[in-house]
């Protein structure tokens, strides 16, 4: 189980890498979220081990370990990149792997304390993406609440600003949004056939459907300034979600 949720954040650190290489990371490094502290660019890094800890908690046993191997294994790449910049002039050969990646990788501390960063902040990361998929759903529902900026999807607005002009950005969305989705896949599964579904839908069709309901309540939230608005819409796809695996009636 280690293993198979090291090799799954693995490829969750590969698309870090990837984003590097192409200056995705640093481009979104001087948009801050928290000015002078956290950047946009970090954020995804971030994003990155909670997704990596989300789908790695779908393990039959251990998951919250599952989630955190997962997580510290998706800023193992990220990391070692951070190394050969640093120890390597890799700047001839990928023109965006500079000096200042370097510093925004390591938040500026050095080599060795950014790299320990990196890995504590993936290990913590994946935890929390677990624990995120684990927890009941009325806590997920609770998430819904204050202001609108701290519970919509930056993965979702990103897609929604940059999917014409910047089609790396937007295949990382893709792939955050889409392997979230797929985390339902196996439960979905299951729960068609402990009812005895045989309905015309496919366990990837509705776990993608619940990302489309959830990223429209998002938009709404956005547009009326109101989370209830959101909260309304999670209820609904729950009723529907609920009438898809009613048991049937005896005759």
Request: glycine share 10%.
């Amino acid at each position: 189980m280690p293993r198979t949720a090291f090799m799954r954040g693995l490829l969750f650190g590969a698309g870090g890498v990837y984003l590097a290489a192409v200056g995705v990371l640093l481009m979104l490094h001087n948009r801050w979220i928290i000015v002078g502290t956290v950047s946009l660019g970090q954020a995804i890094l971030v994003l990155l081990g909670i997704g990596a800890g989300a789908v790695a908690a779908g393990a039959p046993r251990a998951r919250l370990l599952a989630g955190a191997v997962a997580g510290l294994a998706a800023a193992v790449p990220v990391a070692a990149l951070a190394a050969l910049i640093a120890l390597v002039p890799l700047r001839s050969i990928f023109i965006a792997l500079s000096p200042a990646l370097l510093v925004m990788l390591t938040a500026g501390l050095g080599l060795g304390r950014g790299v320990a960063l990196l890995l504590g902040a993936g290990l913590l990361s994946g935890w929390f993406g677990a624990t995120v998929r684990l927890s009941p759903s009325a806590f997920r529902r609770a998430l819904i609440a204050d202001e609108i900026a701290e519970f919509t999807c930056l993965v979702g607005t990103l897609a929604q600003e940059v999917y014409q002009t910047h089609p790396a950005i937007r295949d990382a969305c893709q792939a955050s949004i889409v392997g979230h989705a797929a985390t339902l896949e196996a439960d979905i599964a299951a729960a068609m056939r402990l009812y005895a579904v045989s309905a015309d839908f496919t366990p990837c069709g509705l776990a993608l459907h619940t990302q489309a309901v959830l990223q429209g309540a998002f938009i709404l939230a956005k547009a009326t300034g109101e989370p209830a608005v959101a909260i309304e819409s999670v209820d609904h796809l729950r009723r529907y979600v609920e009438l898809l695996f009613r048991k049937k009636k005896a005759a």
